[in-house]
């Protein structure tokens, strides 16, 4: 049987998106695994999976599965490229998107330009989730983290340069660290002024990214937490920028930035067995 699927990417951070309501293809993590493989499958970050919607206050039900085989519960830059998909078939300028992590608003800017109403972020140990009571501004860890969930776990380290750190090394290691509960995104920050950081993301399960969206907006609370940043910044990541405003009256964070088309195809299901 022959799938259609849609390749697409936010600043470098590259997604297969299939749309489920048609072809209600069974997943599991084999499959996951060898459709997002570059070798082997399509080639992709994460997997992005379509269907009708649950909520009646949602235009369509959006999983994201990272390379790994797992499970996310939110993907910023996926979230955007969804919204690409969704202006593209159907030639509007507003939809909501419901994930794992909740209900997710999008606006479109432009054709290649998106909004994302990321949702409040989760302060509160129980929350990200860690594994015991501990300040979340102040992780017990070697390099002084702060944590918060933008809808799945991220921990932030500041640092003077960024190019002295080694994000594959340090993330690999931090990542599965006894205090992230469900493992952690790990995040390393170098302000360059109150309103613009330069920033690369471990992401867990999926490894080092040219950008990630949630990362991008943990990075941005947690520099407003720490007193380093205004609450408007523009995030500077290896495949573009993003623009993030935490909306002080909403507590909403607010993502913008670039979506991109590469190509369209399909594969035979059968070459993806479970």
């Not at 909740?102 to 606006?107: A, D, I």
């Not at 860690?130 to 500041?158: C, K, Q, Y």
């Not at 920033?199 to 990630?212: D, F, I, Y």
């Amino acid at each position: 049987m022959n799938i259609p699927f849609y390749k697409m990417h936010g600043i470098g951070n590259d997604f297969v998106i299939i749309d489920n309501s048609v072809n209600n293809i069974e997943l599991n993590e084999r499959r996951i695994k060898t459709l997002c493989d570059r070798r082997y499958g399509i080639g992709c970050d994460q997997l992005i999976i379509l269907s009708k919607p649950k909520d009646s206050n949602a235009d369509i039900y959006v999983r994201f599965f990272n390379e790994g085989g797992d499970e996310a519960g939110a993907c910023g830059n996926g979230s955007r490229c969804v919204a690409g998909w969704l202006h593209h078939k159907y030639q509007r300028k507003e939809f909501t998107l419901q994930t794992n992590a909740g209900l997710l608003p999008v606006e479109v800017i432009d054709n290649h330009t998106m909004k994302v109403n990321m949702g409040q972020p989760r302060m509160k140990w129980q929350d990200i989730p860690l594994s015991r009571d501990v300040d979340t501004l102040n992780l017990p860890l070697s390099g002084d983290p702060a944590a918060v969930s933008m809808g799945n776990p991220h921990a932030t380290f500041f640092v003077e340069d960024l190019s002295t750190v080694d994000p594959v090394f340090s993330g690999k290691m931090l990542e599965k660290d006894p205090l992230f509960a469900e493992g952690a995104n790990i995040g390393f920050v170098q302000m360059l002024d109150r309103q613009s950081m330069r920033v690369r993301v471990w992401e867990r399960g999926a490894g080092l990214t040219l950008a990630c969206g949630s990362g991008a907006c943990a990075s941005v609370v947690n520099a407003v937490r720490r007193g380093f940043a205004d609450r408007y910044c523009e995030v500077k990541m290896d495949g573009g920028n993003l623009i993030i405003e935490w909306d002080e009256e909403t507590n909403n964070v607010l993502m913008t930035g670039a979506v991109h088309f590469s190509f369209t195809g399909q594969f035979d299901l059968d070459n993806y067995p479970l």
